[in-house]
């Protein structure tokens, strides 16, 4: 919407003096008041934008009382069901007392050679029929059909990782959210895979709505059995809390999980905590509000893992990587997957790209699987830069190099030479970490491109990865993350060289 209102992307600098929203419409874009709009739930506030602008198809994205309580793991809603969770941008939003950006464009996407962007888009869409004709599940279940894979591959986070297998996570899957739940499909903007939905809601004695979200695999894990919770009404009912009240369900639930195990282990006490422990369903929907709105000690946790662990004494048990709790796949069920957590500029992000390798890292070297995660960290890079989904590999064979070359050849009307990608993919890669050394200038890359004790020295207890931690010894991460380190261009302390940077033509 925002590319055909003429717009590649919205820059905002400063702070208004009171809550506003911004209302693009093509070339008019205004500030307008959104005092009334402050303290509203996501949905009310996206609706009652569309109303005042007398746009129904307006696109809009806002923040909900998370976001306005500058809670860090905070984050905007969209399109009323979708959510960009990671990194606190909800509180960002929030300090700048900016509640919303509705878009509507009228106009045509028109770059590059239209005649080859159509060949690529047809192709694309062949292999997306031939892929859903075949009957791939994720056309039918969505993310959510990756709970039984997970936790087969010992990856399934459960009870704050303490293990990698959950007992009840058939009755947390995408089946038993089909059998038990109609569902609506609701893809994203012309999406021809279309894994997103929405669940007919007149099944909720909790919520008034006509549809509410579908709940994501990320959050059927993070808000299942990482706290202990088989109860798949109680998991819809928090996904739709976080969704209205915008807060990042995978953070959430890591807060929740890091609080109820430290309750059940004697580490955290008081009548405040009485009743904290997995599983428990009430418990679980308070905690979310607190966290919203800070009361209690949801104002601890608002403040993220990392921070909330330091306050209270409890950092190992702690799951994040530079502050951003995991996302949920173990990386002690796959090799070489807690190096892509590790060097990952935003932190423990599944979208980093993984080595491309389904061996468990006991009795293995993650050195051998440093060239493919370098190859994948960079494929991602792309994709995201060509602002292709990562679910794109639902698609027949999967969204391959040849398809990004294609792709972006055909947007810049030339043939653009695998070299040059890899070159703007590294440039990328770079480019972060140089932005994490400014932010973090009194420590070196090394000190914080690190796991958490829970990773590295406890093994997990069962499953396929039975015994395996997330890598094999101590030895093989520091060896496997200098070849990391020597292959892109860094120094032994993870800093890029003086060489490197010049090569690339950053300043």
Same mark, same amino acid.
């Given at each position: 919407?925002?590319?055909?209102?003429?717009?590649?992307?919205?820059?905002?600098?400063?702070?208004?003096? &009171?809550?506003?929203?911004?209302?693009? &419409?093509?070339?008019?874009?205004?500030?307008?008041?959104? $005092?009334?709009?402050?303290?509203?739930?996501?949905?009310?506030?996206?609706?009652?934008?569309?109303?005042?602008?007398?746009?129904?198809?307006?696109?809009?994205?806002?923040?909900?009382?998370?976001?306005?309580?500058?809670?860090?793991?905070?984050?905007?809603?969209?399109?009323?069901?979708?959510?960009?969770?990671?990194?606190?941008?909800?509180?960002?939003?929030?300090?700048?007392?900016?509640?919303?950006?509705?878009?509507?464009?009228?106009?045509?996407?028109?770059?590059?050679?239209?005649?080859?962007?159509?060949?690529? *888009?047809?192709?694309?869409?062949?292999?997306?029929?031939?892929? =859903?004709?075949?009957?791939?599940?994720?056309? &039918?279940?969505?993310?959510?059909?990756?709970?039984?894979?997970?936790?087969?591959?010992?990856?399934?986070? $459960? *009870?704050? #990782?303490?293990?990698?297998?959950?007992? %009840?996570?058939?009755?947390?899957?995408?089946?038993?959210?089909?059998?038990?739940?109609?569902?609506?499909?609701?893809?994203?903007?012309?999406?021809?895979?279309?894994?997103?939905?929405?669940?007919?809601?007149?099944?909720?004695?909790?919520?008034?709505?006509?549809?509410?979200?579908?709940?994501?695999?990320?959050?059927?894990?993070?808000?299942?059995?990482?706290?202990?919770?088989?109860?798949?009404?109680?998991?819809?009912?928090?996904?739709?809390?976080?969704?209205?009240?915008?807060?990042?369900?995978?953070?959430?639930?890591?807060?929740?999980?890091?609080?109820?195990?430290?309750?059940?282990k004697g580490l955290l006490s008081g009548p405040e905590f009485e009743g904290i422990k997995f599983g428990n369903k009430e418990k679980i929907l308070e905690m979310i509000e607190m966290i919203a709105y800070r009361k209690g000690f949801g104002d601890i946790?608002?403040?993220?893992?990392?921070?909330?662990?330091?306050? #209270?004494?409890?950092?190992?048990?702690?799951?994040?990587?530079?502050?951003?709790? !995991?996302?949920?796949?173990?990386?002690?069920?796959?090799?070489?997957?807690?190096?892509?957590?590790?060097?990952?500029?935003?932190?423990?992000?599944?979208?980093?790209?993984?080595?491309?390798?389904?061996?468990?890292?006991?009795?293995?070297?993650?050195?051998?699987?440093?060239?493919?995660?370098?190859?994948?960290? %960079?494929?991602?890079?792309?994709?995201?830069?060509?602002?292709?989904?990562?679910?794109?590999?639902?698609?027949?064979?999967? !969204?391959?190099?040849?398809?990004? &070359?294609?792709?972006?050849?055909?947007?810049? %009307?030339?043939?653009?030479?695998?070299?040059?990608?890899?070159?703007?993919?590294? *440039?990328?890669?770079?480019? =972060? *970490?140089? !932005?994490?050394?400014?932010?973090f200038d009194n420590y070196k890359p090394i000190e914080y491109d690190v796991l958490p004790p829970r990773f590295m020295n406890e093994p997990l207890p069962s499953g396929r990865a039975e015994g395996s931690k997330a890598f094999d010894t101590e030895e093989? !991460?520091? =060896?496997?993350?200098?070849?990391?380190?020597?292959?892109?261009?860094? %120094?032994?302390?993870?800093?890029?060289?003086?060489?490197?940077?010049?090569?690339?033509?950053?300043?």
């Open positions: 919407e925002l590319r055909m209102a003429g717009y590649d992307l919205v820059i905002v600098e400063g702070k208004a003096e &009171k809550p506003v929203y911004i209302s693009i &419409k093509d070339d008019k874009v205004e500030i307008k008041d959104a $005092t009334h709009l402050w303290g509203k739930l996501a949905h009310p506030t996206e609706d009652k934008i569309r109303e005042d602008e007398e746009e129904p198809r307006m696109r809009v994205i806002c923040i909900g009382p998370a976001g306005e309580h500058l809670v860090n793991i905070s984050c905007p809603t969209a399109a009323l069901h979708h959510n960009p969770g990671r990194g606190g941008l909800g509180a960002v939003c929030g300090s700048k007392n900016l509640k919303a950006i509705g878009v509507r464009g009228s106009g045509k996407t028109t770059i590059g050679n239209l005649d080859k962007i159509e060949e690529v *888009r047809k192709n694309i869409l062949d292999r997306t029929k031939e892929a =859903k004709d075949a009957g791939a599940g994720m056309f &039918k279940y969505g993310t959510s059909n990756a709970v039984g894979f997970s936790n087969e591959m010992s990856q399934y986070p $459960t *009870r704050n #990782w303490q293990s990698g297998e959950f007992e %009840d996570h058939e009755k947390l899957s995408g089946v038993d959210l089909d059998e038990k739940y109609t569902a609506i499909r609701k893809p994203c903007y012309n999406c021809p895979i279309g894994c997103s939905s929405t669940l007919d809601a007149s099944a909720f004695p909790w919520t008034d709505e006509k549809e509410i979200a579908r709940p994501e695999y990320e959050t059927m894990a993070m808000l299942g059995g990482n706290i202990g919770l088989s109860d798949i009404e109680t998991l819809i009912h928090a996904n739709y809390l976080c969704n209205q009240l915008g807060l990042d369900t995978i953070s959430t639930g890591s807060a929740i999980a890091m609080t109820m195990e430290a309750v059940e946790l608002a403040e993220g893992v990392a921070q909330a662990a330091e306050k #209270w004494g409890i950092e190992h048990l702690a799951i994040h990587v530079k502050g951003l709790p !995991f996302a949920a796949w173990d990386p002690r069920g796959r090799l070489g997957l807690g190096l892509s957590y590790a060097t990952a500029a935003v932190g423990a992000s599944h979208l980093r790209g993984w080595p491309a390798t389904s061996e468990v890292p006991k009795d293995k070297s993650a050195v051998d699987v440093v060239d493919s995660l370098i190859e994948q960290q %960079d494929y991602k890079s792309l994709t995201d830069c060509l602002i292709i989904c990562s679910f794109s590999y639902a698609i027949k064979g999967g !969204f391959s190099f040849d398809d990004r &070359k294609k792709m972006l050849s055909a947007m810049w %009307d030339r043939d653009v030479p695998k070299e040059e990608m890899m070159e703007i993919a590294q *440039r990328i890669w770079i480019t =972060k *970490r140089l !932005f994490n050394i400014n932010q093989d !991460f520091k =060896k496997s993350l200098q070849l990391v380190y020597k292959k892109r261009g860094l %120094d032994e302390h993870g800093i890029p060289t003086k060489k490197e940077i010049e090569n690339l033509g950053i300043e």
